[in-house]
Nanobody, 121 residues
Framework: QVQLVESGGGSVQAGGSLRLSCAAS??????????MGWFRQAPGKEREEVAR???????NYADSVKGRFTISRDNPENTLWLQMNSLKIEDTAMYYC?????????????WGQGTQVTVSS
């Protein structure tokens, strides 16, 4: 079992920055074996994958955040980060981290509880 706990959300004005973190833990959990991702969901909208980082370190980003968001991981600290710069009002959402490991079938199977990001004008 894997536990994921997000933090770092908050309210910020458009153009500002936030850094989200996700602390991962679990019994017999080897963080660097897992692909990790950040998702977001705004009210009335479908959940969107924002960024992904694989165990080897390669990354992918949604077009809407390319050049503004950076996903990174600290394997010894079992921590995932999402640096968000040049925030826009449309980035407002609940942000979730997720983990995909060898035991997962069909994609991510571990999710955090989420952290709210609100961007205002």
């Amino acid at each position: 079992q894997v536990q994921l706990v997000e933090s770092g959300g908050g309210s910020v004005q458009a153009g500002g920055s936030l850094r989200l973190s996700c602390a991962a833990s679990g019994h017999i959990f080897i963080f660097n074996y897992y692909s990790m991702g950040w998702f977001r969901q705004a009210p009335g909208k479908e959940r969107e994958e924002v960024a992904r980082i694989r165990s080897a370190g390669s990354t992918n980003y949604a077009d809407s955040v390319k050049g503004r968001f950076t996903i990174s991981r600290d394997n010894p600290e079992n921590t995932l980060w999402l640096q968000m710069n040049s925030l826009k009002i449309e980035d407002t959402a609940m942000y979730y981290c997720a983990a995909e490991g060898p035991e997962c079938i069909g994609g991510y199977c571990y999710w955090g509880q989420g952290t709210q990001v609100t961007v205002s004008s």
